[in-house]
């Protein structure tokens, strides 16, 4: 009967396990709607600020910002985005694997003597990252940016690595970070941030009023150097949103398989119980019947 009471404590445990994993992918779930529906306000702040700067691209006047400036690349800083928390499956994972892989080709695109400054958002990234002796690269933590920080932590930190291109600290900013497609599906990301890619903004240029007369006030490359800022702030804040959109997909897809597993283990559990209670039901009624015959 021991082997019953250990079997009947296991499968205690794991319905246990299996209630907990469940609640969590719930929370994971919300918290990952939440993200999306974030993503969803901000597409029409960004698809207006890449309008008005498309729309004075496509006019004749010739623009100049520190912002587009391309210089020779000796400094990149990578920032890098993981998670705070853990129990989000190989979401940490791929984003340091990519990192590699984005830090081989910068040295093969720059030359082996670029210095690299991986900058980590999120205490599992800081942590992995400090555990690694590797001279090929610094690692600098700023405080107070994580994945809980609000809009004006961000703002602060676009701020500082604006100005660290501006200074020349940088010579080039880079985020890697998790794209969010689905909640099953990620892709490992590097955008450049700065210097701004003039290539991109062409792209959202209106060629529609090329040749129609704007009169801009104050001037057109006032506009363009103060627009241009806002642009970065919302790469920067869409970046991150969507990063913590693909932690919380990760961790659904993780809470999910470990439900799974645990509802196959109680099965299996349940299943190994029940024989060994029939079986010593037999053995009981064998004993019971063996005594009758006896007297």
């Known amino acids: ?146 994945t809980r920080s609000n809009a004006n932590q961000l703002h602060d930190f676009t701020e500082l690595l604006r100005g660290c291109f501006l200074d020349g600290t940088y010579d080039q900013v880079n985020l890697v970070y998790m794209h969010f497609k689905s909640t099953s599906r990620q892709i490992p990301t590097c955008e450049q941030m700065l210097p701004v890619s003039y290539e991109a903004l062409m792209s959202t240029a209106d060629r529609s009023v090329a040749n129609l007369p704007c009169i801009f006030e104050p001037d057109a490359n006032s506009i363009f150097n103060s627009v241009l800022p806002l642009y970065i702030r919302s790469m920067m804040q869409e970046v991150f949103t969507e990063s913590c959109a693909s932690e919380q997909a990760s961790r659904v897809m993780a809470m999910q398989t470990a439900s799974d597993n645990a509802k196959e283990l109680l099965d299996e559990l349940n299943l190994e119980y029940n024989k060994l209670r029939q079986q010593g039901i037999t053995t009981e009624l064998l004993d019971i019947l063996g005594g009758q015959v006896e007297r």
């Open 1 to 146: 009967m021991s082997t019953l009471r250990e079997l009947k404590s296991r499968i205690g445990s794991v319905s246990s396990t299996e209630k907990t994993t469940s609640a969590m992918k719930m929370i994971s779930s919300a918290k990952m709607h939440k993200f999306t529906s974030q993503l969803q306000r901000l597409l029409p702040y960004r698809n207006m600020v890449q309008g008005v700067i498309g729309h004075l691209l496509a006019t004749d006047v010739e623009y100049s910002s520190p912002l587009i400036n391309v210089r020779e690349v000796k400094k990149v800083a990578l920032v890098a985005f993981g998670s705070d928390d853990g129990l989000c499956g190989a979401f940490n994972i791929y984003v340091s694997k990519f990192l590699l892989k984005t830090l081989a080709a910068t040295r093969q695109k720059f030359g082996a003597n670029v210095a690299i400054t991986i900058i980590p958002v999120g205490k599992k990234m800081a942590k992995a990252l400090q555990g690694i002796k590797n001279p090929d690269f610094e690692v600098r933590t700023v405080e107070g940016v994580n």
